[in-house]
């Protein structure tokens, strides 16, 4: 019966029906909600994509500023509390955390994407320029500033929950800016919840998209929606079966297989392609990744037009907007014990290091086929982004068996991420439980599969990115008040003082006590 009150509570009622609204909205009258959709999509990046480049451009440097301050020694837990997992291990599960569906879609659409229509209209496309230009672009979307969203609401959950020993909800971080009153609470976690499930559906529908794709490359079957809801149902079959029975052994697991899938793939590709230009990429890329980070943080186009700014550098801030509730989540869970230093610079440089490289082996194994070997990847890719992957992999040896491995890859990941984000969901909806009920669990199991698959019904890839675009925008303000809140806190916390002004204490302590015995014997 507890339970049940639990459940019973406005923001999981008010979230979970503004959802279903949507879900019937878009099942019963497809076109108007497409055209609603695109008419709210175009009115938020006309009038505030500014505001999420500045936004985000904003958070890196408050986080860069905060890890060198006096405050980066804090730790998150105790003063004298150790980290939970070793560094290697909590390295990997960052690593686990952020090699999602979405960096195994882009890894080779989004630089083939640039390398055909390159971002700047003086680049010819199609040459060794807009080769380069890609793959510094596609670096910088899945570097620091990416990493930066998860980072902030992963460091600021991590410090409530083990510093201040409360929940994780984000209305309980923003306390010291919006205070206590529960309709102001309950509406900013609402807001979270909605940009979490938009963030999440995007995710999936780009990763039901890819399977279909491959499957469609690889097998011949055809590429439709209805092949794309059977994706879908065996998706939710699994997470469902893993989230009512409680069996998060096996999903463990699984998300283990999942890894070495994603390291044997990684490996193969590196091996057999072209590795000595893989390299030389990947170190030219984060040079130019590096020279241009401000000017491609803050560019837009108001003097030539144009939407690329718009389709790429907009959409993908919005969508790891509304994706960070859930991986700042899983962040501020392994993250016990660090300080807050070295949560920043581990969060901020490995992950987009790892991100990266991914990058580098699998879009710089397809820029080399297209520059040496005509392969047309490019082409084939603005045909269809959803092939790009296996379209790359036909070019190796043993392409069937990697692309098989692939399509295992991306419908594990799909499995796993879902299993994780309908915990999230259902936490963030029964005020914070650390152990919701299955049926608050299979409820946001049932809606997230339902909206994934109402986007894909209304428009595809388009209508993944206008959702996480406009569920993002709220959100975006509650990001930055989290900073403003941050700092309240940090104000209140007795910074610990360094070893070299221990050692002088321990000097001046030894000095005055040599002085007071040499008052004594006088």
Known sequence: MQKIKNLINPVFIISSGAILFLVIIGAIIPEQFKNGANSVFHMTTDFFGWFYLMAVFIIVVFLFGLAISKYGTIRLGAEDGRPEFSFLTWISMLFSAGLGVGLVFWGV??????????????????????????????FFHWGISQW????????????????KKRNMLISTALEPVTGTNRVVKGTIDILAVIATVMGVATSIGLGVLQTNGGLSFVFGLP?????????????FIGYMFSATTGLQRGMKILSNVNMMLAIVLLLFVFITGPTVFIMETFTLAIGDYISNFIQYSLRMQPYIGGTWVKDWTIFYWAWAIAW???VGSFIARVSKGRT???????VLIIPPL??????AVFGGTAMW???HKEAEIAQTVHNDVTVALFQML????????????????????????????TFIMASMTTRGSLNPTVLSKLVWGILMASISGVLLYTGGLDALQTASLIAALPFTVLLLLLMISYIKMMKEEIVPLKKKDIQRLKIARKHLEKEAKAKEKK
Request: net charge negative; glycine share 4%.
């Open 109 to 138: 659409a989004e630089p083939m994407s640039h390398y055909f229509s390159p971002p700047f209209s003086d680049t010819t496309p199609l040459t060794t320029d807009a080769a380069r230009l890609a793959m510094g672009y596609s």
């Open 148 to 163: 930066s969203v998860y980072a902030i609401l992963g460091l600021v959950m991590a410090y409530v929950q083990f510093n």
């Open 223 to 235: 590429n439709t929606f209805l092949i794309q809801v059977a994706i879908i149902l065996i998706m």
């Open 324 to 326: 960070s509730p859930f």
């Open 340 to 346: 807050i230093r070295e949560f920043i610079v581990g």
């Open 354 to 359: 790892i991100a990266c490289f991914w990058i």
């Open 369 to 371: 086929f297209d520059l």
């Open 394 to 421: 036909e070019y190796l040896p043993l392409s069937m068996i990697a692309s098989f491995i692939g399509i295992l890859l991306i419908f594990i990941f799909l499995i796993t991420s879902a299993d994780s984000a």
